[in-house]
Nanobody
């Protein structure tokens, strides 16, 4: 059974950095994609980053573009979200999710991920 576990959250001041980790267990396969999401109290869940493993491509929400970077360590089967220049509006519970079922087709078209495996989340709090 595939399990995802986030870590690295915490409380920081605006302008500081955090690096979140998403460790995957229960499989030796690489996911099609790993997504990072966040949810602030009273708000809907928001996608902040998508990391495709093959080819290695990353996409970011406009709100985090240029500040957040998604990456993967193949040896550790872990994914990371480096968050720099944090703002109070970045506060929320951060989740990683993985898609192991979708594939790019022979024509090179890569569908939107369908995330079926989710972690429990890690809290990020940014104060002024």
């Amino acid at each position: 059974q595939v399990q995802l576990a986030e870590s690295g959250g915490g409380s920081v001041q605006a302008g500081e950095s955090l690096k979140l980790s998403c460790t995957i267990s229960g499989t030796d396969n690489s996911p099609y994609a790993v997504g990072w999401f966040r949810q602030a109290p009273g708000q809907e869940r928001e996608g902040v980053a998508t990391f495709y493993t093959i080819p290695r491509l990353s996409f970011y929400a406009d709100s985090v573009k240029g500040r957040f970077t998604a990456s993967r360590d193949d040896a550790k089967k872990s994914h990371y979200l480096q968050m720099n220049a944090l703002k109070p509006e970045d506060t929320g519970m951060y989740y990683c999710a993985a898609d192991y079922k979708t594939h790019c087709n022979d024509g090179g078209n890569c569908p939107t991920p369908d995330y079926t495996n989710w972690g429990q989340g890690t809290q990020v709090t940014v104060t002024v």
